[in-house]
T-cell receptor, first 111, second 119 residues
Framework: EDKVVQSPLSLVVHEGDTVTLNCSYE??????LLWYKQEKKAPTFLFML????IEKKSGRLSSILDKKELFSILNITATQTGDSAVYLC???????????FGPGTRLSVLP | EAGVAQSPRYKIIEKRQSVAFWCNPI?????LYWYQQILGQGPKLLIQ????????DSQLPKDRFSAERLKGVDSTLKIQPAKLEDSAVYLC?????????????????FGPGTRLTVL
């Protein structure tokens, strides 16, 4: 059964700090790994990763995938209070093509 | 481009009652998903449709949950009868369909969700 584990489950930092969120996975036939940001509403897409070692970057957020060690990290530099949210990691396999989500990391950025 | 629409946004019912949720995906998206998200957890897939056919319903509690997508567009999810543990946010998402791996096919767009409280 496909499985996604995220750590830490909760994190409190101050504005300006840099954070690293972790996602490890077990999937039978890996297709892609996705990161989402969920505030009070529905998850919004951040990154899709398919290849090892290629960093995806968007502003202060970046992410990278290691398919050998089966994990991904999401980095946020110079955090702002608007970064406070739950960050979800999901993996997709090539069989059913469905998405398996991790429990999420709840990030709180204090002013 | 209009987003995924869901209704109602909130619903409060008593246990053993029935409830139905509606979802209208983004136009042109052949794949539609229903997720259950319990507070503090990640979304759990309940059922996945491609057009009007079911791709995966392995985690749908079929004794009480049912879903349909008769014309391959809108979908409804029903719970009958509801239990206390069904209290959750029910998310609908849609995506393009294709075997070629790309952001275009692998990105899901989520609706605002329906928050269900079972008393």
């Amino acid at each position: 059964e496909d499985k996604v584990v995220q750590s830490p489950l909760s994190l409190v930092v101050h504005e300006g700090d840099t954070v690293t969120l972790n996602c490890s996975y077990e999937v039978t036939n890996f297709r892609s790994l996705l990161w989402y940001k969920q505030e009070k509403k529905a998850p919004t897409f951040l990154f899709m990763l398919t290849s090892s070692g290629i960093e995806k970057k968007s502003g202060r957020l970046s992410s990278i995938l290691d398919k050998k060690e089966l994990f991904s990290i999401l980095n946020i530099t110079a955090t702002q209070t608007g970064d406070s949210a739950v960050y979800l990691c999901a993996v997709r396999d090539n069989y059913g093509q469905n998405f398996v989500f991790g429990p999420g990391t709840r990030l709180s950025v204090l002013p | 481009e209009a987003g995924v629409a869901q209704s109602p946004r909130y619903k409060i019912i008593e246990k053993r009652q029935s409830v139905a949720f509606w979802c209208n995906p983004i136009s042109g998206h052949a794949t539609l998903y229903w997720y259950q998200q319990i507070l503090g957890q990640g979304p759990k897939l309940l059922i996945q449709f491609q057009n009007n056919g079911v791709v995966d319903d392995s985690q749908l509690p079929k004794d009480r949950f049912s879903a349909e997508r008769l014309k391959g567009v809108d979908s409804t999810l029903k719970i009958q009868p509801a239990k206390l543990e069904d209290s959750a946010v029910y998310l609908c998402a849609s995506s393009h369909t294709g075997t070629t791996r790309s952001v275009w096919t692998d990105t899901q767009y989520f609706g605002p969700g329906t928050r269900l409280t079972v008393l």
